[in-house]
């Protein structure tokens, strides 16, 4: 098995496993009563942009086990490892600031959200560059 096809396979594994731990803390949220209603909405939309995040790096994960070009799975590699550092910095510190009331790295959610929104473009950039050079079916 190639290093690519492992590290997809590690992306996609990790990522099952904390979409599961974010059904755990969405259901777990629901019966808190202690949280006011401005971190039980800030909590609800962190938990809401890694659950599609998620979802997004486990699908690249899958597409990198059915192409056969190198190119692209470097290419799914690189976007999967932006979107989890995106949802890391996003998401994990509105989990800090209002789980473990640390605000010391609440600066980190913007540049979060921007590595997001980047990597949504990088990989269209490179759908586009893929069927442009005519490889796609």
């Not at 290093?3 to 808190?32: K, P």
């Not at 909405?41 to 938990?47: D, E």
């Not at 890391?88 to 009331?101: D, M, P, V, W």
């Given at each position: 098995?190639?290093?690519?096809?492992?590290?997809?396979?590690?992306?996609?594994?990790?990522?099952?496993?904390?979409?599961?731990?974010?059904v755990?803390?969405?259901?777990?949220?629901?019966?808190?009563?202690?949280?006011?209603?401005?971190?039980?909405?800030?909590l609800?939309?962190?938990?809401n942009?890694?659950?599609?995040?998620?979802?997004?790096?486990?699908?690249?994960?899958?597409?990198?086990?059915?192409?056969?070009?190198?190119?692209?799975?470097?290419?799914?590699?690189?976007?999967?490892?932006?979107?989890?550092?995106?949802?890391?910095?996003?998401?994990?510190?509105?989990?800090?600031?209002?789980?473990?009331?640390?605000?010391?790295?609440?600066?980190?959610?913007?540049?979060?959200?921007?590595?997001?929104?980047g990597?949504?473009?990088?990989?269209?950039?490179?759908?586009?560059?893929?069927c442009?050079k005519?490889?796609?079916?």
């Amino acid at each position: 098995m190639t290093f690519s096809l492992r590290y997809a396979l590690l992306m996609t594994v990790l990522c099952m496993l904390l979409a599961a731990l974010g059904v755990g803390l969405n259901a777990a949220l629901a019966h808190m009563s202690h949280f006011t209603e401005q971190a039980l909405r800030s909590l609800h939309f962190a938990l809401n942009i890694q659950q599609y995040h998620l979802l997004v790096i486990i699908g690249l994960g899958m597409l990198s086990y059915i192409t056969h070009e190198l190119g692209l799975r470097r290419g799914i590699i690189i976007i999967q490892t932006l979107f989890f550092v995106g949802i890391s910095l996003f998401s994990g510190t509105i989990y800090l600031k209002y789980l473990a009331s640390i605000t010391t790295f609440s600066f980190l959610t913007m540049y979060g959200g921007l590595l997001l929104i980047g990597s949504w473009v990088l990989m269209s950039a490179c759908v586009l560059i893929y069927c442009i050079k005519g490889r796609a079916r």
